[in-house]
């Protein structure tokens, strides 16, 4: 992927003009997901799940970023990214109607000490 240059402008002679820059990316993901189908009622049903992945990247390596402020030059070099990355999540969908259902979910990715990310969120579906 090629990202252009770019100039700043309004800060005189203080605008940082940042150069184009190339990274390239290719990831595997293998897993699985493992739910329940659990009747609450005649009309509710939950759905508890759980899921685990490995993720691997083939491509990223370090690339520099090559920039000028102030009539200098600089390149900032970015790290190796890590190659493997471990993916968790639990959640649960409640259908309450044929057309009105709630989830929410928790994922957890951790992969060397560069890689540690959570999330949680959660939403409503309405099917028309």
Not at 4 to 13: H, K
Not at 85 to 100: C, V
Request: with cysteine; hydrophobic share 35%; charged share 10%.
């Amino acid at each position: 992927m090629g990202l252009g240059s770019t100039q700043e402008s309004g800060a005189g002679i203080e605008n940082l003009n940042v150069g184009t820059q190339n990274a390239s990316s290719l990831l595997i993901t293998l897993g699985g997901q493992v739910s329940y189908d659990w009747n609450l009622s005649n009309s509710i049903l939950l759905q508890p799940y759980g899921s685990l992945a490995w993720q691997h990247e083939f491509l990223q390596n370090s690339y520099g970023l090559n920039s000028s402020i102030l009539g200098q030059n600089f390149n900032y070099s970015t790290t190796n990214p890590g190659r493997d990355q471990y993916i968790a999540g639990i959640g649960a969908n409640l259908i309450l109607t044929k057309s009105i259902s709630l989830f929410a979910v928790c994922d957890l990715i951790n992969g060397d000490s560069k890689v540690f990310t959570q999330s949680v969120f959660g939403g409503c579906n309405y099917k028309f």
